[in-house]
């Protein structure tokens, strides 16, 4: 991914003003966000990513915000711009969800946050979708069974602190596979008010009823899908330490 950065003093100009204020922001909003980046002791922002708002690059689009690359100071780190359009009026409960999974661990680290930005942890990887896609024909089988162990663990601490991603059927959007781990990304959804699903949904994501599961299966031999759904089933009744192990120990991991 080519970086080159540009001063936020750029931002309040067209065409970087579309994504500081998405959809469309007035020159007062506009003004309040550019004192707020420089408040969270943001530099500068490289418009570079795979996903494209008009001719411009960054790394994600959601409901609440878009993310780009951007520079704190000397670190490079992941900024989210909450939209303009969206349902939340605030950051600051998506980075409390956030300070909550960073303490088992999980998740990218948070930085730092305010009214309309979140500051976290830049992490460089491919989406899991696209990761495994790269496997297919080399048989890495049991580097895949690493990675797919390390997110069920990861699913497992957040349903065991009772905090429901609400996300993880749409995996290949929210699990980034980095040169050493991968993380668990984007907890806008996040609640500690349901019941959690997420090793049961994760589960389902990687191996039920899905391009990724025939994708996995092209790699190593999954048991058949109702062996899975059994486990699953005892799992979502208790959730200890032994029906996950079970789960394991089904999926050969």
Not at 4 to 18: H, R
Not at 52 to 68: A, N, Q, R, S
Not at 79 to 85: A, E, F, G, N, T
Not at 168 to 191: A, M, N, Q, R
Request: aromatic share 6%; glycine share 6%.
């Amino acid at each position: 991914m080519i970086q080159s950065f540009i001063s936020i003093k750029k931002l309040v100009k067209e065409p970087y003003s579309t994504i500081l204020g998405y959809p469309k922001a007035t020159k007062r909003q506009l003004n309040s966000r550019m004192l707020e980046l420089e408040k969270l002791k943001i530099k500068s922002i490289s418009f570079s990513g795979p996903t494209t708002i008009g001719k411009l690059e960054i790394l994600g689009k959601g409901y609440v915000g878009l993310v780009v690359l951007a520079k704190r100071r000397n670190k490079i780190v992941a900024l989210k711009i909450r939209r303009l359009d969206s349902q939340r009026n605030e950051m600051k409960s998506e980075a409390n969800l956030l300070k909550i999974v960073n303490t088992i661990n999980v998740g990218p680290k948070l930085v730092d946050f305010s009214k309309n930005f979140l500051v976290m942890e830049f992490l460089e990887g491919e989406k899991i979708s696209k990761w495994i896609s790269s496997l297919e024909g080399h048989g890495s089988s049991k580097k895949l069974k690493s990675i797919i162990k390390s997110v069920l663990e990861d699913c497992f601490r957040l349903d065991q602190i009772g905090l429901d991603h609400g996300e993880l059927s749409s995996i290949s959007k929210h699990v980034i596979v980095g040169k050493t781990k991968p993380t668990l990304i984007d907890f806008e959804s996040s609640s500690t008010k349901r019941r959690v699903s997420n090793v049961t949904s994760i589960t389902q994501a990687f191996f039920i009823g899905s391009g990724l599961g025939k994708k996995i299966k092209r790699i190593y031999k999954i048991p058949a899908k109702e062996e899975i759904i059994t486990v699953l089933r005892i799992y979502k009744q208790e959730q200890s330490r032994e029906s996950f192990e079970n789960i394991l120990k089904i999926l050969k991991l």
